[in-house]
């Protein structure tokens, strides 16, 4: 009985080499903060703080006004939130933009990652319809527009993070997807990035990841 309840007190996180050759492993806790970092945490933690107080206004704040005004400032983005994790984001979005709406994506982008996220599956849940076009290796620009109708709400792009068609392909870029949904009233561009990057590894020969902030200035 005093075994099982040191177990059941004791710290459930706990501290694991990396000896997978992974170095962001997504069961790992994928990437360790620094000591800055680190010693902020623990000094913050410690303390009360302005978690959702502003203190140049005297007055209750929002917790995400903090993260929201550093990401738009890397970014360049217009607005930013933090949800708890991509099928949060994914499942946030086509449901307030797309509920009882259509939702056009290329079959080859139809993706599934860790832990059984599907697009289709997020997108049934969002009650959002989906609209397959184009084929497993190659899709066109025309294929978007001729699948566009009254009912539809996004022209949705998937970063295909995990693996890579290669060959006899061919993809639309998220410029093309923008200037053709600019021809239509109430159509836009939703991509998503997965990861995310925020810094262009590719400049260090690592991955091929798109950074936000090219991805928002559609280049």
Known sequence: MEIRADEFISYRLK???????????????????????IKQVVLTARNYSNLEYNIEQGQRGSRHDIIESILKE??????????NNNVAAVYLILRTLAKG????????????I????RVSSIMEESDAKLV???TTNKTYLSDYEHAINEGTSLLM??????????????????KELSDLSSKYNNVFVYEDLGSGALYDFHKDEIGDEPTVDKVLKRE
């Open 15 to 37: 501290r694991v080499i990396n000896a997978t050759g992974i170095i962001l492993h997504t069961n790992l806790g994928r990437a360790r903060l620094s000591e800055d970092a």
């Open 132 to 134: 397959e076009v184009g």
């Open 74 to 83: 890397i970014t360049g983005a217009e607005g930013a939130m933090v949800v």
């Open 114 to 117: 860790g832990g059984s996220f």
């Open 157 to 174: 792009k998937v970063h295909t993070s995990n693996f890579k068609t290669i060959g006899f392909t061919k993809s639309v870029k998220t």
């Open 101 to 112: 709406k259509e939702v056009i994506v290329s079959r080859g982008e139809l993706v599934e």
